[in-house]
């Protein structure tokens, strides 16, 4: 038998009746849920299904199914055994555990819409994901029958349950329950804690397994006993930070309610993989605070080979290796003289992880793996005035010695790929995000060093730059980082400090990078820190995400001014705005900001009004917008241009007609008086009623002054070039054919180029404008591709302008 001829909705009431009918069914957000109500526990997940009518492609709708379960946070419920796909022919299952640890990976943005297969972020994920899909099980229909009722009985047995079963598919959502019931319950200082190396989840860790399990106990951060927590003195060191046990506000009211409904400690099979993901229980900047930045094995390979190309093959019998910021060691994997190898880390779990390798035959040796805060922590014993130690080193007495050596630091390479988290980010700027204060902020070298480090000390990767280049004098400093230090303006402070020869270097794209995404580069950059150079000028190789090389690209630390001083030059203030441009910092990675607007908005951008001044903004904003913003032109800084543009009437009108019918001109008719419409009534063919400013087209026929414009003759006729003239040609298309729907109850007459794609596109659930895609009004489409392809024409006339006029460097 088969169901290929049923619907959707039809079909999953069929594949229930026929082989879940000892279950209970429900359907909303994800397709097929089928779950066991317990007398005691309440509903059970059992399983969480997506349905397609017809044939399909199992694999993408596992996809379908695990976005969704992202997107809503169910993975932070009780979760199912089993994922399963389905359709009219067949079925398929799949372990939830084995894709538990998709949903903590930072890289991964789960605000996609599920269903679209077509997405850079569902592709990515099947990609990454198909291995895992390949074990799936399937079973047909019509030749696999009884085979799919036994799979069915045998896996989503819920009789005899008296409490839930903890194993290591679901120990992660049930601690997500276990800190909102628990949590608050326990008498401790969360903050102080933290700062000791313990979460909360070593508190749930213990909870879980520390009942009877002796083996256990050494490799926990607490242990309870009945009432009270004790925490593992040696292990933590919390010293007298906090009390070595706790006990709870409550007398332990919420603690036994809640354990009173699972079964505890899990099965002995799961007890060392549930130790070893710690990491998938801590919180989001705290595993930013630590650098939770996986480097992929071909860009350490590729590092690996830059340092030999740089100091010769036979370089590891000659320098020392620390990785300073070493996670579980892999960057370290392509070593073998492991008597100068040596790797530090945040966390004492990560030290057990790799003790745990070298165990299994991983190339170092114990005592020069060690738990150390770089940001905190000292090199070299504190003592007090008696010479008295008060604080021993954590560092190896032999890699002690090395640091004190003038002639062995010049020796010492810092292997490291540090964090990259910062305490703002661009929706920080935006007014949508909150500033991560405790991520760049709470340690000890960022006070230290706040006055070198100037903004860039909201950066962690520059705290540990600063930190190596100031007291590990003379060292070679092999970095993975973002590049903002060679050029941001952000880093200017920073780069007066930090002088050294630079060596050799490549970039690669960033989203190549576990728990980094992004369109920008990361690049691997070798520093000899003993000769004092400024930077000026450096050349990186360029990689693409499979290895292959794609050329060079320069870098500038140019003392030139930025654009924003350019653009401050010609900020006039009147009460004949017609708009505003709103600006951010002069690089790619900003651009993102640049947009054409009414009026003002409550946020951390720059702002300036346009008056007289609109060929300059027209400039400013198409000089921003003309190039593609890309991974490698992502760190390019805008520059205070020389004086040829001012002569060239084309580049200026060719701006002018760029900036108004690109995407980011945002000027709407619902938030105030649209002065940007480039046509009369008489050439829209519109009858009845007039618009409500003519500005921009009496500016275009020379009716209307501007003091900043340079075109010679104030009132002269803007002459277009043929590539501006097309595009306003399209764009007239376009906006005969909106006011062709003055019936439609949604028409504006003086509907701007924004409100008119907001017309037919629409806006979705969350306000946001849809894309051009989801328009059902083909000739408008038509209509919209040609403009666009007439702007982008526009663009490649513009964009070698750019580099002549100096807003930039090749």
């Known amino acids: 038998m088969n169901f290929i001829h049923l619907s959707e909705e039809p079909l999953k009431s069929k594949i229930k009746d026929t082989y879940f009918t000892k279950f209970s069914y429900s359907g909303s957000k994800i397709d097929f849920t089928i779950t066991y109500k317990h007398k005691n526990l309440g509903e059970i997940n059992l399983l969480w299904a997506e349905a397609k009518k017809g044939e399909s492609d199992i694999k993408k709708s596992f996809i379908q199914l695990?976005?969704?379960?992202?997107?809503?946070?169910?993975?932070?419920?009780?979760?199912?055994?089993?994922?399963?796909?389905?359709?009219?022919?067949?079925?398929?299952?799949?372990?939830?555990?084995?894709?538990?640890?998709?949903?903590y990976q930072n890289d991964i943005d789960f605000s996609v819409t599920p269903s679209n297969h077509k997405s850079e972020q569902f592709l990515k994920l099947l990609k990454q994901l198909n291995t895992i899909l390949d074990e799936a099980q399937i079973f047909y229909y019509e030749k696999n029958d009884e085979e799919l009722k036994a799979f069915i009985k045998e896996n989503l047995t819920s009789e005899n349950i008296s409490k839930f079963k903890i194993d290591k598919n679901n120990f992660v959502s049930i601690y997500?329950?276990?800190?909102?019931?628990?949590?608050?319950?326990?008498?401790?200082?969360?903050?102080?804690?933290?700062?000791?190396?313990?979460?909360?989840?070593?508190?749930?860790?213990?909870?879980?397994?520390?009942?009877?399990?002796?083996?256990?106990?050494?490799?926990?951060?607490?242990?309870?006993?009945?009432?009270?927590?004790?925490?593992?003195?040696?292990?933590?060191?919390l010293g007298s930070i906090i009390a070595e046990k706790t006990g709870f506000k409550d007398h332990q009211k919420a603690h036994k309610e809640f354990w009173a409904i699972y079964e505890r400690p899990p099965r002995e099979e799961f007890w060392d993989y549930i130790i070893k993901r710690r990491d998938l229980l801590v919180d989001q900047d705290i595993r930013e605070r630590k650098g939770a930045f996986f480097t992929p094995r071909i860009w350490v390979d590729k590092a690996c080979e830059y340092l030999s190309k740089t100091f010769g093959e036979d370089y590891e019998d000659e320098y020392y290796i620390w990785d300073l910021a070493g996670g579980t060691g892999n960057l370290l994997a392509n070593f073998t003289n492991k008597k100068n190898i040596f790797c530090s880390t945040l966390d004492k779990a990560d030290i057990d992880v790799i003790h745990e390798r070298i165990k299994n035959g991983a190339n170092l040796f114990e005592n020069h793996v060690f738990q150390f805060d770089f940001l905190n922590d000292e090199f070299f014993d504190e003592k007090d005035d008696k010479g008295n130690i008060k604080q021993k080193s954590k560092l190896p007495l032999n890699l002690q010695e090395i640091l004190k050596d003038e002639n062995k630091r010049k020796k010492l390479i810092i292997f490291i790929n540090p964090p990259y988290a910062e305490a703002s980010n661009s929706k920080t700027a935006s007014g949508t995000g909150n500033h991560k204060s405790r991520v760049a902020r709470e340690n000890k070298i960022c006070e230290k060093y706040k006055d070198i480090l100037g903004k860039a000390n909201n950066e962690l990767f520059a705290q540990f730059f600063i930190r190596i280049y100031c007291e590990i004098e003379g060292a070679i400093l092999a970095s993975f980082s973002t590049l903002k230090y060679v050029n941001s303006t952000n880093f200017i402070k920073f780069r007066e400090s930090f002088k050294a020869k630079f060596l050799k270097g490549f970039m690669v794209p960033a989203y190549t990078f576990d728990n980094v995404k992004g369109n920008f580069p990361i690049g691997f950059l070798i520093w000899d820190t003993s000769k004092k150079e400024e930077i000026k000028k450096i050349k990186l190789d360029v990689f693409n995400e499979n290895g292959n090389f794609l050329g060079k690209k320069n870098f500038y630390n140019d003392k030139k001014e930025s654009i924003n001083k350019w653009l401050r030059t010609f900020n006039k203030k009147d009460d004949n705005n017609i708009g505003v441009l709103m600006a951010d910092a002069p690089d790619f990675q900003q651009n993102n900001h640049i947009a054409i607007l009414n009026k003002k908005r409550n946020v951390h951008l720059i702002f300036q009004d346009i008056n007289e001044n609109i060929i300059n903004i027209a400039i400013y904003f198409s000089v921003r917008h003309a190039i593609e913003h890309t991974c490698i032109n992502h760190n390019d800084q805008f520059l205070y241009p020389n004086n040829l543009y001012k002569n060239d009437d084309e580049f200026k009108s060719d701006c002018l007609a760029f900036m108004l019918f690109h995407g980011k001109n945002r000027i709407s008719s619902k938030e105030g008086t649209n002065h940007f419409i480039p046509f009369s009534e008489k050439e829209l063919n519109i009858t009845k009623e007039a618009f409500e400013s003519d500005f921009m087209y009496k500016f275009i026929n020379g009716k209307i002054k501007d003091e900043n414009s340079l075109f010679g003759?104030?009132?002269?006729?803007?002459?277009?070039?043929?590539?501006?003239?097309?595009?306003?040609?399209?764009?007239?298309?376009?906006?005969?054919?909106?006011?062709?729907?003055?019936?439609?109850?949604?028409?504006?007459?003086?509907?701007?180029?924004?409100?008119?794609?907001?017309?037919?596109?629409?806006?979705?659930?969350?306000?946001?404008?849809?894309?051009?895609?989801?328009?059902k009004d083909e000739h408008y489409k038509f209509l919209l591709g040609q403009l666009n392809e007439s702007l982008n024409t526009l663009a490649k006339k513009i964009e070698p302008k750019i580099y002549e006029y100096g807003f930039l460097k090749e």
């Open 713 to 775: 003759d104030e009132l002269a006729k803007i002459e277009f070039s043929p590539q501006a003239k097309e595009l306003l040609k399209a764009g007239k298309e376009l906006f005969k054919y909106y006011h062709t729907h003055s019936e439609d109850k949604n028409y504006l007459v003086n509907a701007s180029f924004y409100d008119i794609k907001e017309f037919f596109q629409g806006r979705d659930e969350k306000g946001k404008m849809n894309t051009p895609a989801k328009a």
């Open 176 to 237: 997500y329950k276990w800190s909102k019931s628990v949590k608050d319950s326990i008498s401790i200082d969360w903050d102080l804690a933290k700062k000791s190396g313990i979460i909360d989840a070593d508190f749930y860790l213990a909870d879980l397994l520390s009942k009877d399990n002796v083996s256990i106990v050494e490799k926990l951060f607490a242990v309870l006993k009945k009432d009270y927590y004790e925490f593992n003195e040696k292990k933590t060191e």
């Open 66 to 103: 695990i976005l969704t379960i992202g997107k809503y946070k169910f993975y932070t419920e009780q979760t199912p055994n089993l994922l399963c796909a389905f359709d009219g022919i067949k079925m398929a299952f799949l372990p939830f555990i084995k894709i538990q640890e998709v949903f």
